[in-house]
C-alpha cells in the first residue's frame, strides 16, 4: 500500500535560519507526492507536488522541497524561515484512497 | 480562485442528534472528499465522491454517510452524534482524480457533548 511517513512530530528553527520537514515514502511505480501546509484556525493549503522530471520542485512562500529516489524521500525545505511560516505541514502519496497523508509535522519559528 | 466553503467554523452538538456538516466548491470540481483531523492522527478519509449520487467509502465510514445530489455540494451526515466523533471535519475537493491538487475548506469543527 502506498504510504508516507514524517518522522518529526515537531521542529523547531530559528528565523532566519534554514528549514526541513522531512517526509519518507513507500509507493509502487512512480510516485506523484504533496505537501500541504496548514496555518491556525485554517484548512489545508497546497503547497507544491512531484509528479516527474526535476528532482528539485518549487512551491508556494518560498518553499522547495526535494525528491530523493535512492533514499525515498521528498523533503520539505526553505532557505530562510520566517516565524509566519509556523504552521503544521502534511506531506501526502495517492493511494488505495485518493490522497493518503501523513500524520503531521508542527513547525515552530522562532524569533 | 478555488473555493470551498462549510457551512459553520464551529458546532456543538449533543449526543444521539442527527447533524448535517456541509461543503460547497464553485469550481466545478468533479471530485469531493470529507476527512477528519485528530491530534497525532493527521487526516483521515470518511467519504468521498466522484461524480453526482456517487460515493465512495473511505478508511474511516462507520457512523457518518454522504449525500451528493448536486455537483458543487457534497453532505456529510452524523445519524447520531456520540462524543467519538468530536474533531475537526475538512471538505476539499479536486477536478482530477487521484493525482490532481486537493482544495480544502476551512473546516468545521464539531464538538459532541
Known amino acids: 500500500a502506498q504510504s508516507v511517513a514524517q518522522p518529526e512530530d515537531q521542529v523547531n528553527v530559528a528565523e532566519g535560519n534554514p528549514l526541513t520537514v522531512k517526509c519518507t515514502y513507500s509507493v509502487s511505480g512512480n510516485p506523484y507526492l504533496f505537501w500541504y501546509v496548514q496555518y491556525p484556525n485554517r484548512g489545508l493549503q497546497f503547497l507544491l507536488k512531484y509528479i516527474t522530471g526535476d528532482n528539485l520542485v518549487k512551491g508556494s512562500y518560498g518553499f522547495e522541497a526535494e525528491f530523493n529516489k535512492s533514499q525515498t524521500s521528498f523533503h520539505l525545505k526553505k532557505p530562510s524561515a520566517l516565524v509566519s511560516d509556523s504552521a503544521l505541514y502534511f506531506c501526502a502519496v495517492p493511494g488505495n484512497t485518493p490522497l493518503v497523508f501523513g500524520k503531521g509535522t508542527r513547525l515552530s519559528v522562532i524569533a | 480562485d478555488v473555493k470551498v466553503t462549510q457551512s459553520s467554523r464551529y458546532l456543538v452538538k449533543r449526543t444521539g442528534e442527527k447533524v448535517f456538516l456541509e461543503c460547497v466548491q464553485d469550481m466545478d470540481h468533479e471530485n469531493m472528499f470529507w476527512y477528519r483531523q485528530d491530534p497525532g492522527l493527521g487526516l483521515r478519509l470518511i467519504y468521498f465522491s466522484y461524480d453526482v449520487k456517487m460515493k465512495e467509502k473511505g478508511d474511516i465510514p462507520e457512523g457518518y454517510s454522504v449525500s451528493r445530489e448536486k455537483k458543487e455540494r457534497f453532505s456529510l451526515i452524523l445519524e447520531s452524534a456520540s462524543t467519538n466523533q468530536t474533531s475537526m471535519y475538512l471538505c476539499?475537493?479536486?477536478?482530477?482524480?487521484?493525482?490532481?491538487?486537493?482544495?480544502f475548506g476551512p473546516g468545521t469543527r464539531l464538538t459532541v457533548l
Open positions: 476539499a475537493s479536486s477536478l482530477q482524480r487521484d493525482t490532481d491538487t486537493q482544495y
